[in-house]
């Protein structure tokens, strides 16, 4: 089994739509998560944090079920600008992180 | 926020030869620095991880004679792939942390194409 799954989409909405996404681990000792967006040929940058309590960015909501050790990402609201693939990235030990294959989500006018 | 940086941003090389990447942080020391590459649609993979002033520690089936890690200084690491063959082809990442939050920044990424 993967270290962290998520599934590929894509996920194709119209603008203004809410999509949600789930990222599995099998880590049940991981204590950091984090989602990261990545554009076409660029480097992985930072979306969120994910706390145990869930938390929220403007239009963006992460949550974390410890119990089924999946993270999720709501978009609400979708703006073309969101279209890229987003990682989701949980730790194993000593700060490594192990990435899943990204989600890629395109918001469509 | 923590930058790296790293460089080239591309490079095309020929079969056989060597390339070398630097991964360097900015505004902070990282004592500790990963290497990541990443095939196309696919997720990130850590070669191995940099630590300054010691040797690298890499990852089940990397070689450590192909892809030659040194971190000499707090800021800076490299990366050399030796003799590369075309497979080698990927997208190179390096990235560190600041050790506060686990939250790892990026380089931007070396895209290495093997003739």
């Known amino acids: 089994r993967k270290e962290v799954e998520q599934d590929p989409g894509p996920f194709n909405v119209p603008e203004g739509a809410t999509v949600a996404f789930n990222c599995t681990y099998s880590?049940?000792?991981?204590?950091?998560f984090f989602w990261y967006r990545q554009d076409c040929r660029k480097e992985p940058k930072l979306l969120m944090s994910v706390y145990s309590s869930g938390n929220e960015d403007g239009r963006f909501t992460a949550q974390l079920n410890r119990a089924s050790q999946y993270i999720s990402l709501l978009i609400r609201d979708s703006k073309l600008s969101d279209s890229a693939t987003y990682l989701c990235?949980?730790?194993?030990?000593?700060?490594?992180?192990?990435f899943g294959a990204g989600t890629t989500v395109t918001v469509r006018a | 926020g923590a930058v790296v940086s790293q460089h080239p941003s591309r490079v095309i090389c020929k079969s056989g030869t060597s390339v070398k990447i630097e991964c360097r942080s900015l505004d902070f020391q990282a004592t500790t620095m990963f290497w990541y590459r990443q095939f196309p649609k696919k997720s990130l993979m850590l070669m191995a991880t940099?630590?300054?002033?010691?040797?690298?520690?890499?990852e089940q089936g990397v070689e450590k004679d192909k892809f030659l890690i040194n971190h000499a200084s707090l800021t800076l690491s490299t990366l050399t792939v030796t003799s590369a063959h075309p497979e080698d082809s990927s997208f190179y990442i390096c990235?560190?942390?600041?050790?506060?939050?686990?939250?790892?920044?990026f380089g931007e990424g070396s895209r290495l194409t093997v003739l």
């Open positions: 940099s630590n300054e002033g010691s040797k690298a520690t890499y």
């Open positions: 990235s560190a942390n600041t050790g506060n939050t686990g939250e790892l920044f």
């Open positions: 990235a949980v730790d194993s030990n000593d700060y490594k992180l192990s």
């Open positions: 880590n049940s000792a991981s204590q950091s």
